[in-house]
């Protein structure tokens, strides 16, 4: 049995010159609180936006005592409506916003710091933040608490590995600190968290399988885990994270970019097969032959020819730069790429210029559904290596049936890819639906996941059960109503009200 003292909050050396948390309770002032980049749209009494930890630990208990549900929110980018109120009040943590000078290859930041401003710091004094997600402007509390990920997922991991320390609030108002390495759970797997003189939390951590893929689906539990990773991931429903430390790498001496493109979908996916071998790329990416005809009125240098997209980085030296490029345009042309239409990036305008090519497709599908009024039915879900000709096959030949329209991009080295339906009337979008359900059927079939790295949230709440089946989902409900015996975070999020302890709420 583990047993973790709870501290009280940490006050700033500033804290009782702060003013009051900011409260919005006019819903004209609040809108763009109640919706996320899914387009998912919720509902809140007022919004709450604190300056401290303390602030923070007051409002939790307060609204504990209420019993009014708390969503905390980020930076609106989630893409599962997670951070998407459905009632009770919201809570921000745009104002924790503080950054430590980098040390020891780490760097400490508030939950509210833009992931962008982490990256620029850490790219200034020759280091490199790893984890990279699409939409750089999440803050840091919100991509720990999705367990977020990105492109160079392939070489060095999501968010989870990076975090070395974390402080969470809990709706107790009491506050949890955890260092990696500090609490590894035992044999028995239980866990005070005690609050001398106040409270005392006790549960067992679960032991469902999981699938050993790129995997956000409900909460991460492994024998003899660390406890830190518990919360990682945890998606607001068992607590709100203040501030963390981060682990930074040594920026590589430099890296190159290469778009290569294909005549045929399967001559991408066995060049990709082929390069996870190699182990040198630091990212994977993939783009299907509708993604590159939607690019092409941006992008009209893309091969006319090409049905197919492979975007891939890999770290060099200047002594190793030409041996590894000629490396890749050898397996290019053992695939039949289009290798002498391909693009080659080494130059740093170069590199952000392909990377954003990438990162391109989201946008343009997100503008594409805004125009239309109606939101897209999106996939983000992987499968074991062995599988994926398998999927994409399936895909492919469900997709023709269906007839409505799509485009596929995303993280192939890691078999994740990003399946988007774009309907164009209510009667399309309930047909992608029920093939959206039909994917995750097939997925499970094949051992994979339904959430890579978005996470459960709102939308996604039923395929949970699917995937790990009623048994495990009851066993995580039950270490969430031990941790948030007052049942108010992240109401909605991960569990249907039929796994929670508490259903009555402001």
């Known amino acids: 049995m583990i047993t973790i003292p709870l501290q009280n909050p940490k006050l700033r050396e500033d804290e009782f010159a702060l003013p009051a948390p900011v409260v919005k309770t006019d819903p004209s002032t609040f809108e763009n609180y109640l919706r996320d980049a899914s387009n998912y749209k919720g509902r809140s009494a007022a919004v709450y936006i604190p300056h401290s930890e303390k602030q923070i630990s007051e409002i939790l208990k307060e609204c504990s005592e209420k019993k009014i549900q708390v969503t905390v ?26 950054v430590s000078e980098i040390k020891n290859s780490s760097v400490c930041v508030d ?4 992931l962008k401003d982490v990256h620029q ?20 509390g919100g991509t720990a608490a999705t367990n977020a990920s990105g492109p160079r997922t392939f070489k060095y991991g999501a968010t989870r590995p990076h975090v070395k320390r974390m402080r969470i609030v809990l709706s107790n108002g009491g506050v949890l600190e955890l260092s990696r390495g500090q609490y590894m759970l035992g044999q028995d797997r239980k866990v005070i968290l005690n609050f001398p003189a106040r409270w005392k939390i006790q549960f067992e951590v679960p032991l469902y399988v999981m699938p050993d893929i790129k995997n956000a689906a409900g ?6 885990m660390d406890l830190i990773d518990l919360f990682i991931g945890s998606e607001g429903t068992l607590g709100v994270i203040t501030e963390l430390e981060l682990g930074l790498v040594r920026r590589p001496a430099q890296f190159f970019s290469i778009v290569a493109f294909f005549r045929t979908e399967e001559d991408s996916v066995r060049f990709v097969m082929d390069a996870r071998v190699r182990e040198h790329a630091r990212a994977l990416e993939y783009l299907d032959s509708f993604t590159l005809r939607m690019l092409e009125p941006k992008y009209p240098q893309i091969p006319k020819d090409a049905n197919a997209a492979i975007f891939l980085e890999q770290e060099s030296t200047p002594e190793t730069e030409d041996s590894l490029l000629e490396g890749w345009l ?12 391909s693009w080659i990036g080494t130059t740093h305008e170069k590199q952000e210029e392909f990377r954003q090519f990438r990162h391109e497709a989201p946008v343009m599908v997100n503008e594409i559904m805004a125009r239309r009024g109606l939101r897209k039915v999106g996939t983000d879900m992987a499968v074991p290596d062995s599988a994926l000709e398998t999927l994409m096959k399936y895909y492919k030949e469900t997709i023709r049936a ?18 988007n339906l774009l309907p164009k009337s209510k009667e399309e979008f309930d047909r992608a639906w029920a093939l959206y359900h039909k994917w995750v059927e097939r997925v499970i079939q094949l051992g994979g996941t339904v959430s890579a790295e978005h996470g459960i949230g709102k939308i996604k709440i039923p395929f949970l059960e699917m995937m790990y089946g009623p048994k495990a989902v009851q066993q995580m409900a039950a270490l969430k109503n031990a941790i948030d015996p007052a049942g108010i975070l992240g109401r909605g999020n ?6 929670l302890s508490t259903s009555s709420f402001c």
Not at 404 to 411: A, K, L, R
């Open 402 to 419: 269906s007839g409505i329209d799509s485009i596929t991009f995303g993280h192939i080295g890691n078999n994740h890819l990003h399946v």
């Open 494 to 499: 991960i569990f249907s009200e039929k796994y």
């Open 330 to 341: 050898e397996l290019m042309t053992k695939h039949y790429a289009l290798t002498d239409k």
């Open 73 to 98: 929110e980020s930076a609106h980018t989630g893409l599962t409506g997670g951070g998407v109120p459905t009632g009770g009040v919201v809570l921000s943590v745009e104002k924790l916003t503080r």
């Open 121 to 140: 710091l850490a790219d200034s004094k020759n280091y490199l933040y790893t984890p990279d997600p699409t939409e750089r402007s999440a803050f840091i």
């Open 219 to 224: 909460y991460y539990v492994k024998p003899q």
């Open 111 to 114: 939950a509210g710091v833009v």
